[in-house]
T-cell receptor, first 113, second 114 residues
Framework: DAGVTQSPTHLIKTRGQQVTLRCSPK?????VSWYQQALGQGPQFIFQ???????QRGNFPDRFSGHQFPNYSSELNVNALLLGDSALYLC????????????FGQGTRLTVV | DAKTTQPNSMESNEEEPVHLPCNHS???????IHWYRQLPSQGPEYVIH???SNVNNRMASLAIAEDRKSSTLILHRATLRDAAVYYC???????????????FGTGTLLAVQP
């Protein structure tokens, strides 16, 4: 089992551009959550997808959007990038009927210049 | 969202037990207590979770106070590989323990000395 895989691992974008990050959940997991982790801080919840719909959302602007596909994989899109969007973006997968454990990927390091 | 309070950092010696405290005085009756850890350059890793009773698994033990206002993560024999940031997190039971959003604080940085 490959666990949670994220791509790409690193990315450099210019301010104002748009970016798409991808996540494949652990086999059999149906729920995907996205987190943003700035340097030296704990991860911050962005949103969660279940049954191809956004179910929960954190305090992030509409520039952050996502999608979940029928195979449970997910994308995170960020429009009009700001320098402050530079961070590690983490994907976590879990079972909706699970016993309390979420599995995280290694993350995508986004740098906005 | 109920908040947790943890020490910024702790030190331990290898092969000794480590007790990582967490205060959560505003915990509600349906909040689960989760612990995750994050090793350098990795995503967070689930450690353990519980509701009211103490819990044990292969990684650690979770001791929950009778009034649930505090808890302690116990690593029975620390190894160098246990050096990480440990996060204590409360989640409400709206969707089930695994799928509620995790609200991370700054956690406790555990250093393990050989």
């Amino acid at each position: 089992d490959a666990g949670v895989t994220q791509s790409p691992t690193h990315l450099i974008k210019t301010r104002g551009q748009q970016v798409t990050l991808r996540c494949s959940p652990k086999s059999g997991h149906d729920t995907v959550s996205w987190y943003q982790q700035a340097l030296g801080q704990g991860p911050q919840f962005i949103f969660q997808y279940y049954e191809e719909e956004e179910r929960q959302r954190g305090n992030f602007p509409d520039r952050f959007s996502g999608h979940q596909f029928p195979n449970y994989s997910s994308e995170l899109n960020v429009n009009a990038l700001l320098l402050g969007d530079s961070a590690l973006y983490l994907c976590a997968s879990s079972l909706n009927e699970g016993r309390g454990e979420a599995f995280f990927g290694q993350g995508t390091r986004l740098t906005v210049v | 969202d109920a908040k947790t309070t943890q020490p910024n950092s702790m030190e331990s010696n290898e092969e000794e037990p480590v007790h990582l405290p967490c205060n959560h005085s505003t915990i509600s009756g349906t909040d689960y207590i989760h612990w995750y850890r994050q090793l350098p350059s990795q995503g967070p890793e689930y450690v353990i979770h519980g509701l009211t009773s103490n819990v044990n698994n292969r990684m650690a033990s979770l001791a929950i106070a009778e009034d649930r206002k505090s808890s302690t993560l116990i690593l029975h024999r620390a190894t160098l590989r246990d050096a990480a940031v440990y996060y204590c997190i409360l989640t409400s039971g709206s969707y089930g323990g695994a799928t509620n959003k995790l609200i991370f604080g700054t956690g406790t940085l555990l250093a393990v000395q050989p």
